[in-house]
């Protein structure tokens, strides 16, 4: 079983950035679609964006698009989601998998919290 490390997240206030990684170990992170999800109390985990091996990049939702960037370096085995603009409604915990599945591998999820 792959394990995926989350690191960054944390508190920051309206308008600002974050960047998010995900680093994965073992040797097969470059032939898989990765993901950021992110879940509220209350309710279901949703996906936010996703990347293919090769880098194309799919924003599930309008809201972020244009605000946040998925990125992934191969090599290091390592997925990013930097974050920009930030609003309140991004607080949430946000998780990466791979494979896009529940199946897949999760990280730990980190909070992410932005105050006004």
């Known amino acids: 079983q792959v394990q995926l490390v989350q690191s960054g997240g944390g508190l920051v206030q309206v308008g600002g950035s974050l960047r998010l990684s995900c680093a994965a170990s073992?040797?097969?992170?470059?032939?898989?679609?990765m993901g950021w999800y992110r879940q509220t109390p209350g309710k279901q985990r949703e996906l936010v964006a996703s990347?293919?091996?090769?880098?194309?990049?799919?924003y599930a939702d309008s809201v972020v698009r244009g605000r946040f960037t998925i990125s992934r370096d191969n090599p290091k085995n390592t997925l990013y989601l930097e974050m920009n603009s930030l609003k309140p409604e991004d607080t949430a915990v946000y998780y990466c998998?791979?494979?896009?599945?529940?199946?897949?591998?999760w990280g730990q999820g980190t909070q992410v919290t932005v105050s006004s």
């Open positions: 998998n791979m494979g896009l599945r529940e199946t897949g591998s």
């Open positions: 073992g040797s097969i992170f470059a032939t898989y679609d």
């Open positions: 990347i293919t091996p090769d880098g194309r990049t799919y």
